[in-house]
Nanobody, 122 residues
């Protein structure tokens, strides 16, 4: 059973930066595709950024040019660098992993973390 664990959330002002991390204890970390999702209060959870086993990345339009997803397989860690943060980025951010690639970068994830809160104030 793979259990992702997120960290790095917090409170920042508009224009600030945060880096989220997600670790997953598995010997086959490099074989997992991974993604970050977020859910704001009263709204549905949506995909933010994904990275597959070939390091191909996909981003939601709302974060392109501001967020960067990356992975360090040697450290079993997934990252989300968030720059130029806006109040509308405020949400609970979740890490999700899945042991095979898919044609749907934000679909079919079965392993989820508990989330880390990001709050951006104006």
């Amino acid at each position: 059973q793979v259990q992702p664990v997120e960290s790095g959330g917090g409170s920042v002002q508009t224009g600030g930066s945060l880096r989220l991390s997600c670790t997953a204890s598995t010997y086959a970390f490099s074989g997992y595709r991974m993604a970050w999702f977020r859910q704001a209060p009263g709204k549905e959870r949506k995909g933010v950024a994904s990275i597959d086993t070939d390091d191909y990345t996909t981003y939601a339009e709302s974060v392109k040019g501001r967020f960067t997803i990356s992975r360090d397989n040697a450290k079993n860690t997934l990252y989300l660098q968030m720059n130029s943060l806006k109040p509308e980025d405020t949400a609970m951010y979740y890490c999700a992993v899945e042991p095979w690639d898919s044609d749907y970068p934000f679909g079919g994830y079965n392993y989820w973390g508990q989330g880390t809160q990001v709050t951006v104030s104006s």
